[in-house]
């Protein structure tokens, strides 16, 4: 019944029964499993769970936005009311110092927020782009591609010399 969609089902599900790969007994999770894990809430705690449905971190973070699963072998967390970034052991790998933070991109950069505007960080944490944007978005356009560019550049340069070795293994 959780899955049904009433006189819609039919024409949703092509005619095919669906069965659950996870049964739904979380408050709140994942849309979609993320480097083989995805967040999900209990009781107000969050964990992860691999697609066997395993807690390979158990619900025991507090809970921040919506659970997301992980990018980079980082996903974001929360702390005494701040936002940084942890592996897959659990481990903090980025310190919970920004107001806001967003999980990593292709490009291995994340947009933060501190003091009320944007910048963003490398997987090391290192600043790439300093915080004092308005929006994520205004660091992308008009007389900041330059910004932008330089900031990626940079990433991808480090990447070639093996700089973030350690953190994509």
Same mark, same amino acid.
């Given at each position: 019944?959780?899955?049904?969609?009433?006189?819609?089902?039919?024409?949703?599900?092509?005619?095919?029964?669906?069965?659950?790969?996870?049964?739904?007994?979380?408050?709140?999770?994942? &849309?979609? *499993?993320?480097? @083989? +894990?995805?967040?999900?809430?209990?009781? $107000? %705690?969050? /964990? =992860?769970? !691999?697609? #066997?449905?395993?807690?390979?971190?158990?619900?025991?973070?507090?809970?921040?936005?919506?659970? &997301?699963? *992980?990018?980079? @072998? +980082?996903?974001?967390?929360?702390?005494? $009311? %701040?936002? /940084? =970034?942890? !592996?897959? #052991?659990?481990?903090?790998?980025?310190?919970?110092?920004?107001?806001?933070?967003?999980?990593?991109?292709?490009?291995?950069?994340?947009?933060?927020?501190?003091?009320?505007?944007?910048?963003?960080?490398?997987l090391k944490g290192d600043t790439?782009?300093?915080?004092?944007?308005?929006?994520?978005?205004?660091?992308?356009?008009?007389?900041?591609?330059q910004v932008w560019k330089k900031?990626?550049?940079?990433?991808?340069?480090?990447?070639?010399?093996?700089?973030?070795?350690?953190?994509?293994?």
């Amino acid at each position: 019944d959780a899955h049904s969609q009433g006189p819609r089902e039919k024409l949703m599900n092509n005619g095919y029964v669906l069965e659950w790969a996870i049964s739904p007994q979380y408050d709140n999770a994942s &849309k979609r *499993f993320e480097e @083989g +894990l995805a967040g999900v809430e209990i009781n $107000g %705690k969050i /964990g =992860y769970i !691999d697609e #066997r449905n395993r807690f390979i971190l158990p619900p025991e973070f507090t809970r921040h936005k919506f659970p &997301k699963g *992980f990018r980079k @072998g +980082l996903t974001t967390m929360y702390k005494d $009311g %701040k936002y /940084g =970034y942890m !592996d897959k #052991r659990g481990e903090v790998v980025i310190d919970p110092i920004f107001e806001d933070v967003e999980p990593f991109g292709d490009n291995m950069i994340a947009y933060v927020r501190m003091n009320s505007r944007y910048g963003a960080i490398d997987l090391k944490g290192d600043t790439v782009i300093s915080c004092r944007f308005t929006t994520p978005e205004s660091m992308r356009i008009g007389r900041n591609q330059q910004v932008w560019k330089k900031a990626d550049s940079l990433v991808q340069e480090r990447l070639r010399q093996g700089y973030y070795d350690d953190e994509l293994d």
